[in-house]
C-alpha cells in the first residue's frame, strides 16, 4: 500500500514539475494553452482500415495500397507473452493479472478497431517511427483519442520511456485518475 501512495506521489510530483519546467522556461503561458500549443505540434494525419490487431498498442493499418505496422503513441499495453519487469506498470508484480489485462487490451482493441477506419496522427514531438521500425500514431477513431481512451479505462499506462510526446500531459492525468480508481490494469496492485 506504502508502494502505490508513494508512485501517485512521485506521478504528480513529476506532473507539477513538468508544468513549472515549461511555465518558467515560457513555452507555455498557462495550462489552459497546453493542449492547443501541442495541437499544433502535429503536422499530419492519415486515414487507414485496421486490418489486424497485433496486442493491445499495437496495429496494422492499410493505408491506400500498402500495410503499415502502428504503434500507438505515448502509451504501453501488458505484453500478451514473457513476464513483466517489475519497473513496468508502475511496480505491479502480479504478472498473471497484468497477462490478463495484456489479453483483454487486444479484445478490447479488436473489438473497438478491427475492420474499421482510423485515423493516424502524427506528433512531430514524438518523431515518425520507432525503435522497430512501426509508425508511432495517435489512434483516432469517431472524433475521439482512442489512445487516451487505453489509458482512461485503465488498458494502458502512459509510455515511461525516453520519448515525449505533445499529449503526455494529458495522458498522465488520466493514467494517475485510473490509477486512483484501480481501472483495469490498476487493480492488480
Known amino acids: 500500500m506504502k508502494m502505490v501512495k508513494l508512485d501517485r506521489v512521485m506521478v504528480v510530483l513529476g506532473i507539477v514539475l513538468l508544468v513549472l519546467v515549461v511555465h518558467s ?12 500549443e501541442a495541437e ?19 496495429i496494422d493499418v492499410q493505408i491506400g495500397n500498402s500495410t503499415e505496422r502502428v504503434r500507438f503513441l505515448g502509451i504501453d499495453t501488458p505484453e500478451l507473452r514473457g513476464k513483466h519487469d517489475p519497473e513496468d506498470f508502475r511496480g505491479i508484480e502480479n504478472n498473471s493479472c ?3 489485462w495484456a489479453h483483454k487490451a487486444k479484445e478490447h482493441v479488436e473489438n473497438e478497431l478491427g475492420g474499421r477506419q482510423v485515423n493516424l496522427v502524427y506528433d512531430s514531438e514524438a ?9 508511432l500514431r495517435y489512434i483516432e477513431v469517431d472524433g475521439r483519442d482512442f489512445t487516451l481512451h ?10 515511461n520511456g525516453r520519448s515525449d510526446f505533445g ?3 494529458h495522458y498522465m492525468k488520466a493514467e494517475l485518475d485510473a490509477r486512483e480508481e484501480s481501472r483495469g490494469l490498476w487493480a492488480c496492485n
Open 127 to 135: 518523431g515518425d517511427r520507432g525503435y522497430y521500425g512501426r509508425l
Open 25 to 36: 522556461e515560457g513555452y507555455l503561458g498557462d495550462l489552459g494553452r497546453l493542449g492547443i
Open 150 to 159: 487505453l489509458v482512461e479505462e485503465g488498458y494502458a499506462e502512459v509510455y
Open 167 to 169: 499529449r503526455k500531459v
Open 98 to 100: 497484468l497477462l490478463e
Open 40 to 58: 499544433q505540434r502535429i503536422t499530419r494525419v492519415a486515414n487507414g482500415t485496421v486490418v489486424r490487431i497485433i496486442d493491445g498498442d499495437t
